[in-house]
């Protein structure tokens, strides 16, 4: 089955700047991949996702980008603010017509005002 | 609509008892997840149906759970006899794959479930 590697665990980073998250997935026909943000004693919910006949994608000050050859996607969130302090995991989802989703174990970012 | 509803949102019970945890899914959705979060495992898929029926139930630990939906609306996975390392965030989430992308997972609230 699919197994999908997160890094880093945990990132700490000054408000303003940017950060980095960083996934590998197993399955070569896993064709989308979603994020998803989870606020402290909240639910997740889906922030952005790409498919995989795309190599990047945009919304605001977060993005995403898709290498499928290397097998591996990442999300860029820019000009960090207090309020994207969640635990963020990222998503693969093969082909074959059903849904199943393999998450990542998470990434803890927190931003210091 | 409302969401995926869940119940209850809080469950403390004794170890050896019945734990039975609801959810009601998006009404128009396809499929249904039951998942579970803790911190040392993150977030496992336990089980997923697909028009009510179950499709994949590898995430399962063990015989001691088990996972209905016997219809579209209404979902029930329970834990007998339950343990204290049963104790976690069980999510019920649902989507809908004919809308096409995203195929968004709608969570509920969550059940948080302490077994003493």
């Known amino acids: 089955g699919e197994n999908v590697e997160q890094h880093p665990s945990t990132l700490s980073v000054q408000e303003g700047d940017s950060a980095v998250i960083k996934c590998t997935y197993s399955?070569?026909?896993?064709?989308?991949f979603p994020w998803y943000k989870q606020e402290l004693g909240k639910r997740p919910q889906l922030i952005i996702d790409?498919?995989?006949?795309?190599g990047e994608k945009k919304d605001q000050r977060i993005a995403v980008t898709l290498n499928k050859t290397a097998k591996h996607f990442s999300l860029h969130i820019t000009e960090t603010q207090p309020e994207d302090s969640a635990v963020y995991f990222c998503a693969a989802m093969g082909s074959g017509g059903y849904q199943k989703v393999t998450f990542g174990t998470g990434t803890k970012l927190q931003v210091i005002p | 609509d409302a969401g995926v509803i869940q119940s209850p949102r809080h469950e403390v019970t004794e170890m050896g008892q019945e734990v039975t945890l609801r959810c009601k899914p998006i009404s128009g959705h396809d499929y249904l997840f039951w998942y579970r979060q803790t911190m040392m495992r993150g977030l496992e898929l336990l089980i997923y149906?697909?028009?009510?029926?179950?499709?994949?139930d590898s995430g399962m630990p063990e015989d001691r759970f088990s996972a209905k939906m016997p219809n579209a609306s209404f979902s029930t996975l329970k834990i007998q006899p339950s343990e204290p390392r049963d104790s976690a965030v069980y999510f019920c989430?649902?989507?809908?794959?004919?809308?096409?992308?995203?195929?968004?997972?709608?969570f509920g609230p969550g059940t948080r479930l302490t077994v003493t």
């Open positions: 989430a649902s989507s809908w794959l004919a809308g096409g992308p995203p195929y968004e997972q709608y």
């Open positions: 399955d070569s026909a896993s064709n989308y």
């Open positions: 149906f697909n028009n009510n029926v179950p499709i994949d």
């Open positions: 790409i498919r995989s006949n795309v």
